[in-house]
T-cell receptor, first 111, second 117 residues
Framework: AQSVTQLGSHVSVSEGALVLLRCNYS??????LFWYVQYPNQGLQLLLK??????LVKGINGFEAEFKKSETSFHLTKPSAHMSDAAEYFC?????????FGTGTSLTVIP | GAVVSQHPSRVICKSGTSVKIECRSL??????MFWYRQFPKQSLMLMAT?????????EQGVEKDKFLINHASLTLSTLTVTSAHPEDSSFYIC?????????????FGEGSRLTVL
């Protein structure tokens, strides 16, 4: 069975500070991992994904995530937060058929 | 990139009426589309999987007679909320996958906010 845990439903960072959003997964098969961002009253937009190969994945808007199999983690980071990064972030795992979403992390950026 | 379009983005209706939401894959064919419901400040709840040319597969606890799903073509799935009541008010999001199975990501529509008075 697959599941996703996002630690911290709310994260606040100062503008220019490091962003770290945590995601741990459970999967009985090699997972495909995704991070999505959702702005108010909008659908979800793909930030990045890990399928195979390089474990450090770079996405849009300066975000990146590292797949760590030993830790079953796929944390999302960005070196310097921007005001426009304020949004809801969802981590997801797929077994190739179904998608399983975490409960989301709301990111607030403080000017 | 792939685009999924949802319409309408906002709809207000009276209690007891039915509302139809459309989900279209604009530049790819989607044999499978997914319908989610999202409550404020919460994650997505998968309602059903819409399969082109066949019946939708509903998740446990989702009333299939309440939420009618039709996937008449490879680019269009519709969700009809029948006899809507205030508790049906929510944000509904559809998604589609360009590639069946494997590592393909989900592409999401813009969402439809339903308010039932």
């Amino acid at each position: 069975a697959q599941s996703v845990t996002q630690l911290g439903s709310h994260v606040s960072v100062s503008e220019g500070a490091l962003v770290l959003l945590r995601c741990n997964y459970s999967s009985s098969v090699p997972p495909y991992l995704f991070w999505y961002v959702q702005y108010p009253n909008q659908g979800l937009q793909l930030l990045l994904k890990y399928t195979t190969g390089a474990t450090l994945v770079k996405g849009i808007n300066g975000f990146e995530a590292e797949f760590k199999k030993s830790e079953t983690s796929f944390h999302l980071t960005k070196p310097s937060a921007h005001m426009s990064d304020a949004a809801e972030y969802f981590c997801a795992v797929s077994d190739g058929n179904q998608f399983y979403f975490g409960t989301g992390t709301s990111l607030t950026v403080i000017p | 990139g792939a685009v999924v379009s949802q319409h309408p983005s906002r709809v207000i209706c009276k209690s007891g009426t039915s509302v139809k939401i459309e989900c279209r894959s604009l530049d790819f064919q989607a044999t499978t589309m997914f319908w989610y419901r999202q409550f404020p400040k919460q994650s997505l709840m998968l309602m059903a999987t819409s399969n082109e040319g066949s019946k939708a597969t509903y998740e446990q606890g989702v009333e299939k007679d309440k939420f009618l799903i039709n996937h008449a073509s490879l680019t269009l799935s519709t969700l009809t909320v029948t006899s809507a009541h205030p508790e049906d008010s929510s944000f509904y999001i559809c998604s589609a996958r360009r590639l069946a199975g494997g590592s393909g990501e989900l592409f999401f529509g813009e969402g439809s906010r339903l308010t039932v008075l």
